[in-house]
């Protein structure tokens, strides 16, 4: 939850009349995502998202997210679609930083996740992976095994002051992975953040998916991965079997799941709890004083790891 | 900005529910308020704010609060409305915690108030104190002399961490207020928190006041005094006269300011700026790790009380 810039009314208004949109008439900071700094736009005509990008989004690769926003919405895929101002450009500078209004999406999401709303992910992932096939762009993906390199040998020294052995047990399945990693695999453009937070539903109908801002060219099996871990483990950390199972049914219903895929879904898995496990450490043990987001804990992370180390298949995720 | 308690949808629905709203379409988390979970909410029929109070607002006080809004919206106090449940109740609960809905007001709190602004705002205040003269409940004013002498108490050990010699500085104006302060002032309703983020303006109009969970029973001229230290000091903390002329100008078009008012605001400007600094301080020395709320300096308003420790009369703010 975060609102990292105020933005001056002044300000504000010169920025909106740049776009075709109407007069504001409120503008309120939500209280979500931990990246940027998001508001709530309302004018005389609709409901917008005004998004101020703020440090840890790279500004060159704010062309890719828009682009890709634009990309998918043109092709029914319900996520954000950017305005453009007048003179055609979506990216756009407010308060010193670069800035950009979509549009609106209905919907809420889900604070606990049922089988149902997983079998509709699965569906909506698919449908997103076919749409960005001919996405022209691209954007290496930094959370990847270079990334946790990294993020492995940053932590290393104060991981224990977590948990003792968490650093000697990371350097282990780091080691793990970079030697199975698997390659080759189809792949194109992923989400690569699918949390609940990230999925709109009205009802029992998905409405949208948001936050592109790790959106990147991956194995399109490494999206289900991710989503595995964020979507299908219960609050004890116990792995649902009946969600991961709706889950990739509802993805295979749209796009198939290659032999491919599957042997490698273990592998996939464990990748992505570590990325995740990582991230969340380094944040963990950087708390920077008077943050605005409560940093989320890690170990939930390494139950998920622990976890996808003893599954032999992809049947331990529900694929026959 | 801070929400605290995350709702669940299925919760939210049945609260929902027992409105004749509509059917939810979205609900976000507001980056505003510091003592409540504030969320906007949305059905297919209109906006809302949904607020769940937290630990800092007593529940007997709450009556006081919704019946007051309720009260001084039907005489067109542009405030929030609480909305009724069908079984009559404005007050209910939700995650455990009492909540309540009200009606969403348009337009947006000036980041850099003018002089225009603020003539608008003494108006609207005066409108105000005429509208709560027959509002039957009362609320006494924890934060005022007794309230303040707690605070002095309790920040004393620890005052000088934050400036040297603040805790000296802080018990000589509170023995100087406690002798002086004015009794017998004509009284009323009086909001006691009136910030710019409490005010909303649409364009140059002023559409709204907000946050009505410090107002009490006590001397109108004081919510004056709070406002004068809220809206007419620039940010280098100098006094804006022309500010404050507006101000207390537009309050005496709908209410006439008396002669023993007048005479008191010196002393009412200190105290209202004393109780904020205290209140500031308060919270500094006492931050909560993991807060979702940035302290706000209790040195700004040592600025102001030191400014009005110099003023002789009522002329300094403009009045004559």
Redesign the interface.
């Known amino acids: 939850?975060?609102?990292y810039t105020?933005?001056?009314?002044?300000e504000?208004a010169a920025f909106v009349a740049d776009y075709d949109i109407g007069?504001?008439?409120?503008?309120?900071?939500?209280?979500?995502g931990v990246e940027n700094s998001n508001f709530?736009l309302?004018t005389d005509r609709d409901?917008f998202i005004l998004t101020i990008y703020e440090k840890r989004v790279r500004p060159a690769d704010l062309p890719f997210f828009l682009g890709l926003m634009d990309h998918l919405a043109a092709r029914a895929v319900p996520c954000p679609t950017p305005l453009h101002g007048r003179d055609g450009a979506a990216l756009r500078t407010l308060a010193g930083k670069p800035a950009a209004i979509v549009t609106?999406l209905?919907?809420?999401w889900?604070?606990?996740p049922t089988a149902q709303h997983c079998g509709s992910l699965g569906a909506a992932l698919a449908r997103m992976h076919l749409a960005g096939a001919d996405f022209a762009a691209t954007r290496a993906n930094d959370l990847s095994v270079d990334g946790w390199r990294r993020l492995v040998v940053s932590t290393e020294p104060r991981a224990d002051t977590v948990m003792p052995g968490l650093a000697r047990e990371i350097a282990s399945e780091f080691r793990d992975l970079e030697r199975n990693w698997p390659n080759g695999l189809p792949s194109g453009v992923i989400h690569a953040d699918l949390f609940p937070d990230n999925v709109?539903f009205?009802?029992e109908t998905l409405s949208g998916l948001i936050d592109f801002y790790f959106a990147c060219n991956d194995a399109l099996a490494y999206d289900l991965a991710v989503c595995l871990n964020a979507w299908c483990f219960e609050g004890n950390v116990e792995f649902n079997i009946t969600k991961a199972r709706r889950l990739l049914r509802g993805y295979r219903e749209v796009r198939e799941i290659g032999a491919d895929e599957m042997a490698a879904l273990p592998w996939l898995a464990r990748g992505a709890a570590l990325r995740f496990l990582l991230t969340r450490l380094f944040d963990w043990l950087n708390q920077v004083d008077?943050a605005?987001v409560?940093p989320k804990d890690p170990l939930e992370y390494l139950a998920r790891l622990r976890f996808h180390q003893h599954v032999r298949g992809a049947g331990a995720y529900g694929l026959d």
Chains 1, 2 share one sequence.
């Open positions: 939850m975060a609102v105020e933005v001056d009314d002044d504000l007069e504001i008439t409120a503008c309120k900071g939500i209280a979500e709530l309302q409901s609106f209905q919907g809420v889900p604070k606990r709109f009205l009802g008077g605005l409560k």
